[in-house]
């Protein structure tokens, strides 16, 4: 699989043997993502933007600052994608953003901790600022990176596989640096000039560079990208971002442009639940804050147990099946746990949904990639973050609206309705599956 040049150029055979450690292997580019974002969205909002930021606005800030992530990735990743196509090097044409935005988003990040521990607000900023640009710059090509080098039969398993080290990631956060955060001592403290109080939170952010570099270099060092032909002779021609959205919508076949519709309305479901749970535990459910967030365990590490048996699943039954079947999963979850006030049982049922959710989130790029051909794999790695980025941004604010309209008694109803409208545009696909790649190659 290493040679696989089908996956990128059409030129051989793919090979059908699934070689796991390779592809585990690619999946430390995902990881680096995971685990970085998840000390990121743990610790920005509840100590350091609050070290500066106070008043009355305070929480419109800082989900305003929390969210520059996703705005950078809705502007550039869909763009980077599309680039990384039409790049020629002797790296290869996804490797040159990774070993170039990976270093830049470790440095960045772990100067983040250290701006806020030594400098002011704005010097935090800029560095958080580099971080997230950094990570737009690469995350597009690093997803990219697998269905150059997996053949299409196997890719929902290996996406099952991206996703899992992503998850891995999550825990580390969760788990490992947490206990690092909490670290005090003060011949370390000194050593980097800094308050004692402030040592974990930079040794945390510290670990969590050095473990990124960690995994590029192995990336790196086992991952090779297969020659590429010149752009002018390649087969069929690569096109941008704005060429690949006018062409799916404009195609005769539909499937492509109602995938990306589902995946923007599942998102706005998804998100409406992660962004706004714990307040609903607290102000419906009479919960602690700590209690009700703790119950998203139940939906993550789902997702993280059934990430690569999602794959498997949709090996034997098809992605759009597995899809349908996901999302009927996560309808009756949320419709169950509308009348929940238990927390074991909404525990246990939001594992229920977190099944669901793997069924869903696993198998729905990998249908994007078959959709677009292998030409335009980077194109359609970036037309589903630009969808799926524009559910985060939006997402939140939309909800939040209705809430404030209504009640957020209504969270799950809301997101119901959100998931449903995608189910119907789901049964509107009917590319994607195994093969279909070869059929888009043809149509171009």
Known sequence: MATDTEAASGAQAAPEKMRWLYVFAIGLGFFTTGVSWSVYNSYLPADFLPTFISGSLENTIIGA??????????FMQPYIGARSDKVRSRLGRRMPFILMGTPAAAIFFMLTAYGWASFNFWMMFAFLTLFNVSMAYYRAPVVALMPDLVPSKHRSNANGVINLMGGIGAIYAFLIASRIYKIQDPGIAALFGVPLNKIGPILAFLTTS????????????????????PVDTAKPKEIGIVGAFREVSFAKDKSAIALLGAILFWFFGYNAIETWFTKYGKEVLLFETADASFL????????????????????????????????????????????????????????VAGFGWALVNVNSIVMVWEQLGKARLGAGTGLYYAFSMTAAILGPLLTGMIFDLTSIKVLFPVSIVFFVIALILMLLVK????GDEAKSEVAQ
């Open 210 to 229: 050095v473990i990124m570099i960690i995994a590029l270099t192995f990336l790196y060092l086992i991952v090779r990208e297969p020659p590429l032909p």
């Open 431 to 434: 590319s994607g599956e195994v």
């Open 296 to 351: 998203l365990n139940g939906i993550a590490l789902s997702f993280v147990v059934f990430a690569i048996p999602a794959g498997f699943i949709a090996g034997k039954i098809g992605r759009r099946n597995t899809i349908l079947i996901g999302l009927l999963v996560m309808i009756a979850s949320l419709v169950v746990l509308f009348y929940l006030t238990n927390p074991t049982m909404i525990l246990g049922i939001l594992a």
């Open 65 to 74: 600052i929390m969210v520059l992530d996703n705005v950078l990735a809705l």
